[in-house]
């Protein structure tokens, strides 16, 4: 079983830039596809981005595409999502995930292609 840890969530100001990490318990986290969802009180779980497990492709939610970056690390395995020119909405909790496939597909838009979800971290912004 994989365990996701998310971490840097926080209360910023509108404008502002927040980074994200994530680490997983296993050595060969550079094998997997990972992604980042949130989700506001009251709304669906939404796609960020996702990274294939190349890292040949990055695939981002129209409301954050030029504003939010997912990166990761294949040696030490983490990734990460810098999240810049923060708005309101953008205030969420944001979990980190991870799949065990060779996918370089926009279907790592989908959560249903994610076995490994992390707890969450908190998000928020104030204007």
């Known amino acids: 079983q994989v365990q996701l840890t998310e971490t840097g969530g926080g209360l910023v100001q509108a404008g502002d830039s927040l980074r994200l990490s994530c680490t997983a318990s296993?050595?060969?986290?550079?094998?997997?596809?990972v992604g980042w969802f949130r989700q506001a009180p009251g709304k669906k779980r939404e796609f960020v981005a996702a990274?294939?497990?190349?890292?040949?492709?990055?695939y981002y939610a129209n409301s954050v595409k030029g504003r939010f970056a997912i990166s990761r690390d294949h040696y030490k395995t983490s990734v990460w999502l810098q999240m810049n020119s923060l708005k309101r909405e953008d205030a969420a909790v944001y979990y980190c995930?991870?799949?065990?496939?060779?996918?370089?597909?926009?279907?790592?838009?989908?959560?249903?292609?994610?076995?490994?979800w992390g707890q969450g971290t908190q998000v928020t912004v104030s204007s």
């Open positions: 995930t991870a799949a065990d496939i060779m996918l370089e597909s926009e279907r790592l838009a989908s959560d249903r292609e994610y076995a490994h």
């Open positions: 296993v050595r060969n986290f550079g094998d997997y596809a």
């Open positions: 990274m294939s497990w190349t890292g040949n492709n990055r």
